[in-house]
């Protein structure tokens, strides 16, 4: 049965009381030519639009199998549970990474930063070294993959450049195959919201051949989102979920809020595998631009020395990598209290209490 149609008015009622009525006969009574259109909760955001003027991918019904025939979820005909004894001697695709250590296979993640810390740039790093079978900073693609890169923020001009410099630093070939770029930029209207049930369709063909997508960034490409509500975050997650349903891996690429966080509500990690958050080190001076570093908020499937944290710092188109440094000895506490850190910052940094580091520079800085 289909959900109640309470919601529903006008020319839509009847649609959803005729459809309703033939599926209860099953679900092979539907003829070809009759459709429905896919909505997460059936609700009609403008009671004048003409239902008809939706591009067709957008009427079918929603299929199991994600081809292009109109016939009812799986689940119509009923739910299958498991046995224990039937779920272990199911034989699942063993398990692979599309960027070790953090991005598996049928894997959801996501990368946040503070604005103008250097998102997009670890972005195409990863989109670059994932369509090339390569590795980034300290991530590595074992293989060469299908890449779609959703950029709802930069300029194509900006863009260009930043993937013809990545490409070069990287000094690898991507075939045009394995790397494709959707920006809102360069298309004529933008690109449609992704946190809309409606428009979420509109992606369909282009997501169909990527094995990783890249959606940078939330706020942009989901512009009716609200970040603080979590019920505004289902769809967005549902849209997720289906692509992990279909073999593909989906990294978000977001904002981080006043307290270093993922900005908004907390619910947006509860189904993602990892997530990532990008720092700047308490040292930081702005001349030092793309330096930060990488933290492992969650790690589901790995941890040990791959879930250590790291310092990443590009320089003349090339990236190096180090390890944090730990030292907490007072020589650091007053270099660290001269770069412009916070007694706060130093205690985070070194692990010491800010009473010791607050006495200790206290002490190292008198004559």
Known sequence: MLPPFTRLSGNLLPLAKALETALSIGPHFVSDNLVCVAMMDMRVHNADRDWLTLPEHTLRRSTSNHDDTDHAPAYVGGLNPMTAAQLLAHEFEPPDLILAPFL???????????????????????????????????????????????????????????????????????????FHVLAADMEIDGLPDLADTQTQAYFADVLAPAELVIVDNLSTLCPSLRENEADSWVPVQSW?????????????????????KQRGTSRKEDILNSV?????????????????????????????????????????????????????????LVALSKQGCSVREIAERTGRSKSTVGRKIKHKVQP
Request: proline residues 3%.
């Open 276 to 332: 990532v958050a990008l720092k700047h080190p308490p040292d930081y001076q702005a001349s030092q631009g793309a330096r930060f570093e990488v933290h492992y908020e969650k790690a589901r499937g790995f941890c040990g020395a791959d879930a250590e944290p790291f310092e990443a710092w590009l320089q003349n188109d090339q990236w190096s990598v180090d390890d944090i440094t730990q030292a907490d000895d007072d020589e650091v």
């Open 104 to 178: 598996p296979t049928k894997g959801l993640a996501m990368i946040h930063a503070p604005r103008g810390i250097g998102k997009t740039h670890v972005a195409i790093g990863i989109a670059c070294a994932v369509a090339a079978g390569t590795s980034f900073l300290r991530w590595n693609a074992l293989k060469s993959r299908r890449v779609l890169l959703i950029d709802g923020e930069m300029s194509g001009a900006m863009l260009q450049e930043r993937v013809a410099r990545t490409i070069k630093s990287m000094d690898v070939e991507v075939e045009d195959n394995n």
């Open 240 to 260: 997720a979920l289906n692509l992990r349903r279909q073999g593909k891996s989906v990294l978000f690429v977001h904002h981080a809020g006043k307290s270093g």
